[in-house]
């Protein structure tokens, strides 16, 4: 699936000077009244009233997304798509690392109201991607490159509760980070993978 698409699905909106919201499993609406702001509760799935022209419903993606981190990503299209390219960091030994993997994220339901507000449909190039790029970046030096390959799940339960930290004060809750590949970069930019995910293996016949 398109990244754009995934982005469509995380924040709609739904300006139509109807009666109701409709709100799909899986998401939750938020209402803009003119005349009080961005209303202070959430509509969960189901049919609900709204006052037409005076109201304007925004409907919040409220399962768990992936932002993956990886080679050949592009923003060029899209700053709210859900990824970024690798992060290049140095660890505690000295050696420079080009990490990647996937952040798993979802909004906070009861604080959609206050994240619209606040932050408006800018949730993943304000919040996502910044914190996690300064984190990651941060954390991964404070191992040597043997921790990091001999610590793996530590590495990662890490990473989640740091990025949770800052997540949660902006109405986003981080489900987990996985991840997928470090490579060891060179002086001349040559890269060796010193780690990366196992793909499951193929069911038997």
């Given amino acids: 699936m398109e990244f754009d698409r995934l982005v469509v699905s995380f924040l709609v909106d739904e300006v139509v000077g109807g009666f109701f919201i409709s709100v799909p499993p899986g998401h939750v609406a938020c209402v803009y009244d003119r005349g009080r702001g961005v209303l202070p509760r959430i509509w969960g799935p189901g049919l609900h009233f709204k006052i037409p022209f005076w109201q304007i419903a925004k409907l919040f993606n409220a399962q768990v997304l992936e932002y993956s981190i990886m080679e050949g990503f592009s923003l060029d299209r899209n700053r709210e798509a859900l990824g970024d390219m690798p992060i290049q960091t140095t ?12 952040i798993l994220f979802r909004i906070d339901k009861q604080n959609a109201p206050e994240l619209w507000e606040n932050l408006g449909e800018h949730v993943v190039s304000k919040v996502v991607r910044p914190f996690s790029r300064s984190k990651i970046s941060a954390l991964f030096t404070e191992w040597t490159m043997e921790q990091i390959i001999h610590n793996r799940g530590q590495v990662e339960v890490m990473v989640k509760d740091e990025l949770n930290r800052y997540f949660q004060d902006r109405g986003l809750d981080c489900e987990g980070f996985l991840l997928s ?25």
């Fill in 181 to 205: 590949k470090i490579e060891a970069v060179g002086k001349q930019g040559a890269k060796e993978v010193i780690l990366k995910a196992e793909k499951p293996d193929a069911p038997q016949a």
């Fill in 91 to 102: 660890t505690a030994d000295g050696k420079t690392i080009a990490i990647e993997g996937s």
